[in-house]
């Protein structure tokens, strides 16, 4: 099967050949696509898979930014032969457009994410642009590889662009430096412009793109660059790389684009097939990390850029995060605009073994009057109190939980400690006391994962709310609600002594209340409907 087009030639310009296609139906060259995009035309892209939407829309700001800062201009160009010179302007000295090609048959120059091959090295064939890409997962569950036996240029592009951006370290090859360590992913972290009709949960692609590039801008050129040689290499492909050759993070520019692995396409015959070879060691040495710019991901109190590690992108993980005020809050978080925005979290999870476990992504929606006060104090006090409530009732639903599994022991407070008695008046020890606990692991994690998509609406509506009080009694009735349907689906499952059960299910469900009442949680309406 011919995997190009008939406007295709078999080298793949992205400068003239029509390579990307939108979801509307339409294909552009690279620079069609950013004047589409500059005009709002691109609504999504029909062949982009999902793990590859992060290191792509990363790539389109960060090319766009470089050429915009390298000529001087202000704004994204609407017209395809102005990006078309902008582009060109950021390789000059090659006047066939090599660096823009998907394949070049010249190895000593660069190919399109691919640098010149320095010679002497052993190559090994990869047959699909699926099995050039990374795998996200661990076990070859989530997406199997080498399976695209049909392909077509733009699969390599997006398989490319994928690869040099967001490959982590494995046995064999290095991956970026913009991950905060060797065993870490880089994470994606935007507000986004929601889409018109959308109900504020769909990003819109060009007005997001468009945003982004007007916020990494504007930052670039209050960015004291004096450090940097004049024109400091952006696009690292375009380097020669030779065996055991590094950079410094000092030598690049603080926004290039990433090449960690040695990697070139053939043309063979009717189809494109690709090469790899080693990648030791690694490209840019991570050391002064700090000083790269990185729009994308908060960065704590060292520099240091945010890792998802083995987590998922829930309301604890992004609260302590982005509400904690502990961690600096890059320029694409940041919008002043008012229009319905949605929060988008994407990255690489890894488990302890460098490899990856899966895309983790999430987007939450964010409504226009909450915008502006996103990350400000309020909001991080606010978010610490639901918190602190969600972590009062969890307590009551497992302590009550734990009690049933118990056959409901008399519990006393003694010496300004809780202690439990089995029913001929011996001490449960604390040992004992937590296995009860750990009857209740499935309940507790049930209400978190319940929780967690009430989370931030609640949040919102207490943002919002003129009386605090009333939108926290209103998240606080939520929680109960919940773990009250949790404890009843709980029960059944909890091994308990037929003799005592009755009892311990009385004893627990005094036990609930109790806690959320010492705990001052409004239970006004629930407690009701349980005692009817």
Known sequence: MDTFSKDAPRSGSLLTDLLISSTSGNRYSLPGLLA????REVDGFATLRPHQRPAWHMFLVQLAVL???????????????????????????????????????DRKKPAFMQPPDPGGLKWTPVPTPDALDILITSRNHDLKSAIATQATPEDWLFALVSLQTQRTFDAQ?????RAKSAAGSRAFMALAPARDGSGGCTPDMSAWWCADVMSVLEVRRKSDFSYLPKYAPCLLWLLHWPLGSQLDVTQVDPLFIETCTRARLVSLGERLTGQISVSKPIRVIRENISILHEPWSPRNGDGEPFNIGP?????????????????AIPETLSRKI??????????????????????????VPVPKSVVPGLFRPQAVDLSSEQRGEISKVNKALVDALARFHA??????????????????????????????????????AAFDRRVDAIFFPALWDRMQAPDKRDAASRFQQQLVTIAQEEFGLALPGIPCAVLFRPRAEARARRAFWARLKRENIDTR????????
């Open 338 to 363: 008012d229009k319905d925005y949605v929060l988008v979290f994407e990255a690489l999870s890894l488990a302890k073994s460098s490899k990856t476990d899966g895309f983790k992504s999430r987007t």
């Open 173 to 177: 090859y290095h991956g970026i430096t």
């Open 311 to 327: 987590r998922e992108f829930t309301y604890t993980v992004i609260c302590d995060t982005l509400l904690s005020g502990k961690w």
């Open 525 to 532: 309406k629930e407690e009701r409907d349980d005692a009817a």
């Open 407 to 444: 056959g409901g022991p008399v519990v006393k407070w003694v010496s300004g400690r809780v202690k439990w008695y089995n029913h001929d008046g011996s001490e449960i020890d604390d040992k004992s006391v937590e296995k009860h606990r750990e009857a209740a692991s499935k309940a507790r």
């Open 36 to 39: 589409a995009m500059a005009r």
């Open 67 to 105: 050429a915009l800062d390298r000529s001087g201009q202000a704004e994204p160009p609407e017209a395809e032969a102005d990006w078309a010179a902008l582009l060109r302007g950021l390789t000059p000295d090659f006047a066939d457009d090599e660096p823009w090609h998907l394949v070049v048959s």
